[in-house]
């Protein structure tokens, strides 16, 4: 199947600081690409959509201002959570394809101190 | 609004035994349903997925599932459990008409005892 890798695959931080992670596709060009956050025990909570050369589509309740995405190549979308504060700690995964075929990146674990 | 509810946290089977790890769905319209694994330190890997026609369907590593309309389910199956089927399973809809986001439901961890 396609693959799709994160970088890093988890990182620490200092409370006011930016992080920036990436999602890469491997072998296929991803049109579209979605990231999400999950928390321990809970489901995967869609954030934004995003379409290569445009602007993301972020879900209800997600500040865009803070969770920056951005999706310049068909094999690149990253996200850059801003001024990143300890409720921000989580676990974000991406992933590119289409709705009905999603091929999953393994995960940044992102801990805010 | 669409919806995916996995009752149980937990499914623990011995090796060998069949087992099942529940999904019930709500969605306005026909559904689309997908099943996705997830081991330690992975990404989410695509199981099956039900679109339309048969019921019973398909998919990787010997894992079906079964679409059932009156009880808005679609619960995975597999005759026989490998310990490496441990894993957290995730089930999730879409409506099929339309740009819908797919909901994912809280997941099942899995486990397979020797």
């Known amino acids: 199947g396609a693959v799709v890798s994160q970088h890093p695959s988890w990182v620490i931080c200092k409370s006011g600081t930016s992080v920036k992670i990436e999602c890469r596709s491997l072998?296929?060009?991803?049109?579209?690409m979605f990231w999400y956050r999950q928390f321990p025990k809970q489901s995967l909570m869609l954030m934004a959509t995003?379409?290569?050369?445009?602007?993301?589509?972020?879900e209800q309740g997600v500040e865009k201002d803070k969770f920056l995405i951005n999706h310049a190549s068909l094999t690149l979308s990253t996200l850059t959570v801003t001024s990143a504060h300890p409720e921000d700690s989580s676990f974000y995964i991406c992933?590119?394809?289409?709705?009905?075929?999603?091929?999953f990146g393994p995960g940044t674990r992102l801990t805010v101190l | 609004a669409q919806s995916v509810a996995q009752p149980e946290d937990q499914v623990n089977v011995a090796e060998g035994n069949p087992l099942t790890v529940k999904c019930t769905y709500s969605?306005?319209?026909?559904?689309?349903l997908f099943w996705y694994v997830q081991y330690p330190n992975r990404g989410l890997q695509f199981l099956l997925k039900?679109?339309?026609?048969?019921?019973l369907v398909k998919g990787s590593y010997g894992f079906e599932a079964e679409f059932n309309k009156s009880q808005t389910s679609f619960h995975l199956k597999k005759p026989s459990a490998l310990v490496s089927d441990s894993a957290l399973y995730f089930c999730?809809?879409?409506?099929?008409?339309?740009?819908?986001?797919?909901?994912f439901g809280t997941g099942t961890k899995l486990q397979v005892i020797p």
């Open positions: 999730a809809v879409r409506f099929s008409g339309g740009y819908q986001k797919v909901t």
């Open positions: 969605v306005s319209g026909n559904p689309y």
């Open positions: 072998d296929f060009q991803a049109t579209t």
């Open positions: 039900y679109i339309t026609g048969d019921n």
């Open positions: 992933s590119g394809g289409s709705w009905d075929t999603q091929y």
């Open positions: 995003s379409n290569e050369g445009s602007k993301a589509t972020y």
